[in-house]
């Protein structure tokens, strides 16, 4: 059973920084693609960035580009998703979500869910 668990959101102000963090345990994830989803109250859960366990392959949606970064330590079994020059925007619940084979940005594609950490940005 997969399961995934992150930490280290919080309340930070605009401009600062946060990493948030996923483990994942359950299996072996060498075919798999972990991926950072958002959703702020009364929207649609969103994709933020995804990464290709094997080869570490990136995707980021275009209103993160250049400001948050996704990693992945794979002797850790942990996925990080480094955010710099927070906007109030980015204010939601950051989930972390694995899937197998192939980079997809629809939250329906995706198998497993953490239960999500709380980022609030104020202006």
């Known amino acids: 059973q997969v399961q995934l668990a992150e930490s280290g959101g919080g309340l930070v102000q605009a401009g600062e920084s946060l990493r948030l963090s996923c483990a994942a345990s359950g299996r072996t994830f060498s075919s798999y693609v972990m991926a950072w989803f958002r959703q702020a109250p009364g929207k649609e859960r969103e994709f933020v960035a995804a990464i290709t366990w094997s080869s570490g392959s990136t995707g980021y949606a275009d209103s993160v580009k250049g400001r948050f970064t996704i990693s992945r330590d794979k002797a850790k079994n942990t996925v990080y998703l480094q955010m710099n020059s927070l906007k109030p925007e980015d204010t939601a619940v950051y989930y972390c979500?694995?899937?197998?084979?192939?980079?997809?940005?629809?939250?329906?594609?995706?198998?497993?869910w953490g239960q999500g950490t709380q980022v609030t940005v104020s202006s």
């Open positions: 979500a694995a899937r197998p084979n192939g980079l997809r940005v629809g939250a329906r594609s995706y198998d497993y």
